[in-house]
């Protein structure tokens, strides 16, 4: 008797001195996972105070970028103007937040500082061209990606040419823009804009200039060979001297004022005149 219960009284102690260790232990796992939980959420908030602060040194340094390089465009020396060119693509190459002010400055500078041939009833000469500096402008807007229209109206690039193979200007506004002499050969044209551009001389030969405006554009002898003008407007312009060998022409529109060349068959190329359609 004295045995059984001397057993029970530590077998009861045994019980509770593990329930004791147990409780023990539990509180000391869960103290350990609020430690860590709290040691948690101060990692989070270091890491994200780190981040905040290296986007704002990221955006200051950008911004310190932009602003040296849009110095560099207003230079006198053609070299530092070419060096703020390629600066600023750098920079639209690095960030892309960056690219559409980028844009929107090289277009600027090109519409202010394309240089103007001194003849308003001449063409440049074949040996005369823009300086180097808007040619490296141009190029870079043009190999830009996803930048969608550029705003060049008015722009001064007569006898310039870009890579029709990497350039891409479609909806290009070029309203009243001076492109005499222009190499736009292959380029992406679809929806660009020309009225009332200057495009004699120009070569569009297998350019893409499908649903283009060059509504009383001054074309003269300007090349569109092999060019895919499908539904481009054509009204009031003076096509009579133009080269349109092999041109795809359906649904190109033009009216009474349009001048077609000798011979040439609007019905048979698939044009629509203003009116038919009405």
């Known amino acids: 008797m004295l045995l059984w219960y001397w057993r029970t009284v530590h077998k009861d102690t045994d019980i509770d001195q593990k329930k004791e260790e147990l409780e023990a232990r539990k509180q000391d796992i869960q103290q350990r996972d609020a430690e860590l939980a709290i040691t948690k959420v101060q990692i989070q908030i270091a890491r994200d105070a780190a981040e905040r602060q290296h986007a704002l040194a990221l955006r200051e340094e950008r911004s310190k970028r932009f602003v040296e390089a849009v110095r560099l465009l207003a230079d006198r020396k053609i070299e530092a103007r070419l060096g703020g060119v390629y600066s600023l693509e750098s ?33 440049p000469p074949s040996g005369w061209t823009q300086p180097e500096d808007i040619q490296a402008a141009l190029a870079v807007v043009c190999r830009m990606p996803n930048i969608g229209p550029l705003d060049l109206r008015r722009a ?6 870009v890579d029709g193979v990497t350039s891409n200007l479609e909806g290009v506004c070029l309203d009243d823009a001076s492109l005499s002499g222009v190499d736009f050969a292959k380029v992406k044209l679809r929806g660009a804009q020309f009225r009332n551009a200057d495009l004699r001389d120009a070569l569009f030969a297998q350019s893409d200039l499908r649903n ?13 060979l092999n060019a895919d003008m499908r539904g481009a407007r054509l009204w009031g312009v003076d096509l009579s001297e133009a080269n349109l060998d092999d041109a795809r022409l359906e649904g190109a529109m033009y009216d009474d004022d349009t001048k077609l060349p000798g011979e040439f ?12 359609f009405e």
């Not at 002010?101 to 240089?115: D, S, W, Y």
């Not at 001064?156 to 040419?161: E, R």
């Not at 283009?212 to 569109?224: E, M, P, R, T, Y």
């Open 156 to 161: 001064h690039l007569s006898n310039i040419g």
């Open 212 to 224: 283009a405006d060059l509504s009383k554009a001054i074309v003269g002898d300007c090349l569109f």
């Open 91 to 123: 920079l639209a190459t690095d960030a892309e937040e960056e690219r559409k002010r980028t844009v929107e400055t090289l277009c600027a500078f090109l519409r202010t500082h394309g240089r103007a041939w001194e003849s308003k009833f001449n063409v």
């Open 265 to 276: 068959s609007a019905d048979e190329r698939g044009m629509v005149k203003i009116g038919e």
